[in-house]
């Protein structure tokens, strides 16, 4: 037993029988024998990437086949071709092998979940690695990691898959220095949906090459009226919050009310001692029942009865 391949087929021993640790075993012969002296742009041998995509496959509980598959996803090609597959492994590893390269193609979507597993496991080894790539391949792979790849796994309820997978890429897409003031300005938004919109930004600001200062300029301009709309749902808790301590007494909006009333009294006694008399009789009376009506609303007094018994 290879040493390489000993980690995984420790890890399948209590789910496969003899002949499935058998062939996982005669599936990584075939791929270390096909991707000898082949190099990773890490410098690792080529086989550490399948056995890392198969243990992946292991760990999700995944069958002899599609681990297997894992192992082999790589190797058809350069003098190795699928009817060879199919007669060494069989039709279903061969038809998965088949169907995963048939996705890299921009083939539609198969209707085996296995086949999604694997690009979603193969996916996942390639952005662990991602540092190794090209700034441009990097930010490329990252995009369509996000675009696709973590939708998929969400679909499969592969919730860590998804999460981490989304870290990765955002670690590698860089919106710039003028985001800073994007996220300063995202700070009147609702704390439950400013995550979700810096993140939309920062990948949107990624993909844009030249001009990001205008991109910045406009973002900005629109923030005001998406917090606005974001903010409308909140409005009548946040009126309450800030109106309760303000009629927590009576006394206290009369402590607001009084510089200013008593001016308006005193400017209009000037010119008018009636007008100045009947403001007084009309206005603070209305203040008063406002009061009562709003610390009734927020729950602060409760309303009198004003009927007969």
Same mark, same amino acid.
């Given at each position: 037993?290879?040493?390489? @391949?000993?980690?995984?087929?420790?890890?399948?021993?209590? /789910?496969?029988?003899?002949?499935?640790?058998?062939?996982?075993?005669?599936?990584?012969?075939?791929?270390?024998?096909?991707?000898?002296?082949?190099?990773?742009?890490?410098?690792?041998?080529?086989?550490?990437?399948?056995?890392?995509?198969?243990?992946?496959?292991?760990?999700?509980?995944?069958?002899?086949? %599609?681990?297997?598959?894992?192992?082999?996803?790589?190797? &058809?090609?350069?003098?190795?071709?699928?009817?060879?597959?199919?007669?060494?492994?069989?039709?279903?590893? +061969?038809?998965?092998?088949?169907?995963?390269?048939?996705?890299?193609?921009?083939?539609?979507?198969?209707?085996?979940?296995?086949?999604?597993?694997?690009?979603?496991?193969?996916?996942?080894?390639?952005?662990?690695?991602?540092?190794?790539?090209?700034?441009?391949?990097?930010?490329?792979?990252?995009?369509? %990691?996000?675009?696709?790849?973590?939708?998929?796994?969400?679909?499969?309820?592969?919730?860590?898959?998804? &999460?981490?997978?989304?870290?990765? +890429?955002?670690? /590698?897409?860089?919106?710039?220095?003028?985001?800073?003031?994007?996220?300063?300005?995202?700070?009147?938004?609702?704390?439950?949906?400013?995550?979700?919109?810096?993140?939309?930004?920062?990948?949107?600001?990624?993909?844009?090459?030249?001009?990001?200062?205008?991109?910045?300029?406009?973002?900005?301009?629109?923030?005001?009226?998406?917090?606005?709309?974001?903010?409308?749902?909140?409005?009548?808790?946040? @009126? /309450?919050?800030?109106?309760?301590?303000?009629?927590?007494?009576?006394?206290?909006?009369?402590?607001?009310?009084?510089?200013?009333?008593?001016?308006?009294?005193?400017?209009?006694?000037?010119?008018?001692?009636?007008?100045?008399?009947?403001?007084?009789?009309?206005?603070?009376?209305?203040?008063?029942?406002?009061? %009562? /009506?709003?610390?009734?609303?927020?729950?602060?007094?409760?309303?009198?009865?004003?009927?007969?018994?």
């Amino acid at each position: 037993m290879e040493t390489t @391949i000993g980690p995984l087929l420790g890890r399948l021993a209590d /789910r496969f029988d003899d002949g499935d640790l058998k062939l996982v075993e005669r599936a990584y012969r075939r791929a270390a024998k096909h991707h000898a002296g082949h190099l990773r742009h890490s410098g690792d041998p080529y086989i550490s990437h399948p056995i890392e995509v198969a243990t992946l496959a292991a760990t999700a509980k995944a069958d002899a086949a %599609t681990v297997c598959a894992a192992l082999l996803h790589d190797i &058809v090609g350069a003098g190795y071709d699928l009817d060879v597959l199919r007669a060494e492994f069989g039709a279903e590893i +061969a038809g998965l092998v088949a169907s995963v390269m048939a996705l890299d193609q921009g083939g539609p979507t198969p209707s085996d979940q296995r086949v999604m597993l694997l690009k979603l496991f193969d996916r996942l080894h390639n952005m662990r690695t991602i540092e190794h790539l090209p700034p441009r391949k990097q930010r490329l792979k990252s995009l369509n %990691t996000l675009e696709w790849f973590v939708p998929v796994a969400r679909r499969l309820d592969l919730e860590p898959v998804a &999460v981490e997978l989304e870290r990765l +890429a955002h670690d /590698r897409l860089d919106p710039g220095r003028g985001f800073m003031a994007v996220r300063a300005a995202s700070m009147v938004f609702p704390s439950s949906a400013r995550d979700r919109y810096l993140q939309e930004w920062s990948v949107q600001f990624a993909e844009v090459d030249g001009r990001r200062g205008v991109y910045i300029i406009e973002t900005l301009c629109g923030v005001p009226g998406m917090a606005v709309l974001l903010w409308r749902p909140h409005a009548r808790v946040l @009126i /309450r919050k800030i109106l309760t301590p303000a009629f927590a007494t009576r006394g206290r909006p009369w402590l607001a009310l009084a510089p200013f009333l008593a001016w308006v009294t005193y400017q209009m006694g000037r010119s008018s001692l009636a007008d100045a008399f009947a403001f007084v009789l009309t206005i603070p009376p209305a203040l008063s029942a406002l009061i %009562t /009506r709003i610390r009734i609303h927020l729950g602060l007094e409760r309303e009198r009865d004003t009927g007969n018994g």
